[in-house]
């Protein structure tokens, strides 16, 4: 009916307390449990097939070419249930995600092939959070209402979420062109499966009773994080978008282009609505993507937001 597939790369700490929040004390029947290691160190490599060793539920599989993408390609590959749910490494179940998972795939309409649950922060110690629905959305949380959505992009994000196998194979899986490598924040593999899969006509499903807790490490909290995270996020919607074959317009090319002077003269605006610099940044990675597409196709950012962004340092 089910597997649950976690990849991971050099976290074996996160993927302990994960399988642990998944699979401890729970005394009734439990769905395969399947760990991918995406090509971790040899220090790592051998804490991360402890971690699994602990579990009769869980087997473990490794891929020698890291990707986020590519780890969970070898997860589909590995599966023979006839669904699949992805939790990222560095979230921590609820005690009644699995059966909340289990009911849902077994009531879902056949139509169905998406299900997104809830993803909640959890925050370090002594942190405190004052960030706006932008900055939420880039540190994948959502909070979506349970039931049918009418624009499935929406609430649908990696680290919780549930594919039918066969309609995930049917589209492509998961591009190894997206998603993370290493430490660069280009994503939206899982994105671009969801928009393939909408124009195949499948329906989407939100449970927001399948809850997790999403690790928010302090640096994530940095505007230095946030202006890089949004000029990645801008790169990998050009990229999903060329992709699909889908040429951006003139009109829509020039209100981008106008965009980014009036966001650059309100980027020190304090408003946790409307997040200006974020947006900024989104829209330049957006169209430095769309112009090296057809320019410089093989070169990498021009623009580093890290470098650039004159207050990347002030704290929230």
Known sequence: MLTIAICTHNRSGDLAECLQSLLGGRERAMPPVLVVDSASSESERLKIAAAAAQWPQASLIRVDRPGLATARNAALAATRTDWIAYLDDDVVAADDWVDEALHVVRSAPPGC???????????????????????????????????????????????????????????????????????????GEEKLAVECLLKQGAAVLHNGRMRVGHKIPPERLERRWAVRRAYWDGITDQKIRRMQGEPIGLAELLKLLASLPVLGLAYFVPSPRQEFFLRFWYDTGYLRELFASVALPNDEPALSPELTDKSASRAL
């Open 113 to 187: 092939a998406i299900i997104g649950g809830r993803v909640d922060p959890i925050y370090a110690d002594g942190q405190s959070c004052h960030i706006g629905p932008r900055w939420r959305q880039l540190l994948s949380l959502t909070q979506v209402e349970s039931g049918t959505a009418s624009n499935g992009k929406m609430g649908i994000v990696g680290a919780n979420v549930i594919f039918r196998r066969e309609a995930l194979l049917a589209v492509g899986a998961f591009s190894p062109q997206l998603g993370r490598v290493g430490k660069v924040l280009l994503s």
